[in-house]
């Protein structure tokens, strides 16, 4: 039976997830980054189907979504605020304990029996956990465990500031895009923070805006930083990417490398060789840079103050 295409937003989650993998990834020693393989290993399923989630050909579950939170430190609810609803809703109270002695995990009940999705992790780590180091194990327990008491706390705020966490028939699914993770050896600026980290927004609403976007699961949403774009772009505005564009589609305002560096500017065709990178803030100063020494990473759809570009 051939397999369903998924949902923009589906395919927003994975993407969103797999960013995320690359971002724990950047920087670090081949021995050290988290491989597909050790994600199947952690999971108890093979490569491919791990391949499979994170590249959305299959949609992300609560038991993948909170296994590689765990091990990349992350909360589910920063990728997929509809599993962290569902872990939450569905998870018996549950403590978990590390026992040493025995070389493995022990998962305790607190009160009652095991049910729903979080049970369904925390199952499948006493089964298959030995294959990570002690610590490893306990910072991806603790890490699950975090995520049920933050959202059942409402400490967790839901993307779209109003409504369920759950995406709904419409909506589309906005994620964070680590710029980190683009760099690869370069350089993000030093005052850089995440101002927004992920949004749910009415797809009817874009299409009004009149956003052209290669497509919603490419979408991501950043924060500016600096006073160079200024008047367009402030420091803080929180900016609506499109990753999909990665090479130079006409006159425009992008997320960018060069020299080292990561930048938003408006480029414009200067000749065949060159760009004009231009900063709207007059007090910066515009710059004549080749072609070549320039790595787009996506370009600028949308400023959250409600300016489109």
Not at 162 to 172: E, N, T
Not at 214 to 240: C, E, F, R, Y
Request: overall charge negative.
């Amino acid at each position: 039976m051939k397999k369903r295409d998924l949902e923009d937003w589906e395919l927003a989650e994975c993407t969103a997830l797999k960013n995320a993998v690359d971002a724990y990834n950047a920087g670090k020693p081949r021995a050290e980054r988290l491989s597909q393989g050790k994600i199947a290993d952690a999971l108890g399923m093979n490569q491919g189907s791990v391949s499979s989630y994170l590249n959305g050909v299959n949609a992300l579950n609560a038991r993948v979504a909170g296994v590689i939170a765990g091990l990349i430190k992350v909360p589910v609810e920063s990728f997929s605020p509809r599993l962290a609803k569902e872990i939450s809703e569905m998870a018996a109270p549950i403590a978990v304990e590390n026992q040493r002695g025995s070389g493995g995990l022990a998962v305790a009940e607190q009160t009652g029996t095991y049910g729903g999705a979080a049970a369904k992790v925390m199952e499948m780590l006493s089964k298959h956990g030995k294959n990570l180091t002690d610590s490893a194990q306990q910072r991806l327990l603790q890490a699950v465990s975090e995520t049920l008491t933050e959202v059942k706390s409402g400490n967790v705020i839901p993307g779209n500031f109003s409504r369920s966490a759950r995406v709904q028939d419409g909506d589309i699914l906005i994620p964070q895009y680590d710029v980190r993770a683009s760099m690869g050896h370069g350089q993000v600026p030093a005052d850089y923070v995440e101002f927004v980290r992920n949004v749910v927004v009415n797809g009817l609403q874009l299409e009004k805006l009149g956003l052209e976007y290669t497509s919603p699961a490419n979408l991501s949403i950043i924060t500016g930083w600096g006073q160079s774009m200024a008047g367009t772009i402030d420091d803080k505005d929180p900016v609506i990417v499109d990753r999909g564009v990665t090479e130079f589609n006409g006159d425009g305002v992008y997320v960018l490398t060069w020299d080292g560096m990561l930048y938003i500017k408006r480029l414009q065709k200067a000749d065949a060789n060159h760009f004009d990178m231009i900063s709207d803030n007059e007090k910066h100063k515009d710059r004549v840079v080749g072609v070549d020494d320039v790595t787009i990473h996506a370009r600028v759809l949308y400023v959250w103050k409600g300016q489109k570009l």
